[in-house]
């Protein structure tokens, strides 16, 4: 069992950056592919990153390639979301998951690969 707790949201300007970080609870943290996903009011919950096991492995969806990031730090079982060059679109609630299972790549893309979600943290990007 784990436990997802996103912090780091908030009203940002357009062009700022931002860092979301998602703290997890129990014992195997690093045997996880850790994820982000995002949903905007009155759209379907949408991929944004996901991390490997190893860390060697990262993928992004294209509209935030070259402007997102993401991490994790074992030791802090945290993963992390840094935003950069935030636009108006990336306005919505981010949300950090978890899968344990041994999926294909194409799986890891979609909200049904992922076992474990946090609660969402808010962010918004003014023009």
């Known amino acids: 069992q784990v436990q997802l707790v996103e912090s780091g949201g908030g009203l940002v300007q357009a062009g700022d950056s931002l860092r979301l970080s998602c703290a997890a609870s129990g014992r195997t943290f690093s045997s996880y592919v850790m994820a982000w996903f995002r949903q905007a009011p009155g759209k379907e919950r949408e991929f944004v990153a996901n991390i490997r096991r190893s860390g060697d492995r990262t993928d992004f969806r294209d509209s935030v390639k070259g402007r997102f990031t993401i991490s994790t730090d074992n030791a802090k079982k945290t993963v992390y979301l840094q935003m950069n060059s935030l636009k108006p679109e990336d306005t919505a609630v981010y949300y950090c998951?978890?899968?344990?299972?041994?999926?294909?790549?194409?799986?890891?893309?979609?909200?049904?690969?992922?076992?474990?979600w946090g609660q969402g943290t808010q962010v918004t990007v003014s023009s």
């Open positions: 998951a978890a899968s344990q299972g041994r999926l294909y790549d194409y799986e890891l893309l979609k909200a049904s690969g992922y076992d474990y």
